[in-house]
């Protein structure tokens, strides 16, 4: 069984990876305002970077179990 911390990390980079495919189809919404199309793209690096650190820090999780 996983511990509260191990799972809570688990379910928020399952949420930010299924998020990750919007941001296509927000920026092409965008597409006549380029503030708006440079707000999702930093939104959408700002995600990739949080899913990277989460896996990564799941990963020592794992290694430890």
């Known amino acids: ?3 509260n911390a191990t799972y809570d990390m688990m ?4 949420i930010l990876s299924k ?5 296509g189809t ?3 919404d ?3 305002c380029p503030s708006c199309g440079q707000l999702w793209e ?4 700002t995600d990739e970077e ?8 799941l990963k020592e999780h ?4």
């Open 11 to 14: 379910e928020t980079a399952s």
């Open 42 to 45: 930093y939104m959408r690096k």
């Open 30 to 32: 965008a597409k006549q």
């Open 26 to 28: 927000f920026r092409s």
């Open 50 to 57: 949080q899913l990277q650190r989460l896996v990564a820090h």
């Open 19 to 23: 998020g990750l495919h919007r941001y």
């Open 1 to 3: 069984m996983l511990d």
């Open 62 to 65: 794992f290694a430890k179990a």
